[in-house]
């Protein structure tokens, strides 16, 4: 067991996602002291609204948490060949909050799609949106789960090796990331 923090934003809102399946199975091979998953039910980012009411407080609080923690999983799925707008929404929220929540954390980027691409053109997108927040965003490996729908058992849990494998292998790159920024 660990005792880093984890915290995770998944870009779909469906209780029984393939990417919230692949957050919660990447937080069980990270293995953290505490995860705890940012929902991401904001408002619609609008600059009149935080002109006359201020950043809402879920939106601030998912700042603070993302600060808080030692590291981040972002999982996105495809729509439409992007990112969710869930997703961009949250980000773009959060780039408003005065302190810099991403600035170099280490954040996991991965993506399930139903298609056969596994939200490739979804995650590229995603860490083109989060480039500027300048996360220590991993490289690799990439973690694009394709066919998603067939990739768990009734427990959640992932039921292909091959993903498996490579999704332990990015949460060992990020706890490994964690250290170093620690040492």
């Known amino acids: ?8 934003l998944c870009g779909s809102l469906r209780a029984e996602s393939s990417n919230r399946k692949l957050m919660f199975e990447a937080a069980r091979l990270f293995a953290p002291k505490s995860f705890a998953e940012i929902d991401l039910r904001f408002p619609l980012y609008d600059q009149d609204l935080q002109d006359a009411e201020g950043i809402p407080a879920a939106v601030q ?12 999983l972002v999982v996105t799925p495809e729509y ?13 929220w959060i780039s408003r909050t005065e302190d810099k929540p991403w600035r170099d954390k ?10 056969r691409a ?12 989060l480039n500027p927040f300048r996360p220590r965003l991993l490289t ?18 992932l039921n292909d090796d091959q993903a498996r494998g490579l999704l332990q292998e990015l949460m ?3 706890r490994a990331d964690v250290r170093r920024m620690a040492g």
Do not use: H, W, Y
């Open 118 to 129: 596994g939200g490739e053109r979804a995650q590229n997108m995603a860490r083109l949106c």
């Open 106 to 115: 280490p954040v996991a980027l991965m993506s399930a799609a139903a298609g």
């Open 172 to 174: 060992d790159e990020l």
């Open 140 to 157: 690799g490996p990439e973690v694009m789960l394709a066919q998603s729908r067939k990739r768990f058992d009734d427990d959640g849990r």
């Open 80 to 92: 439409n060949k992007g990112l969710s707008g869930v997703l961009k929404n949250a980000l773009d």
């Open 61 to 72: 609080q998912a700042a603070d948490r993302i600060a808080a923690a030692d590291a981040v």
């Open 1 to 8: 067991m660990s005792d880093m923090t984890l915290v995770g």
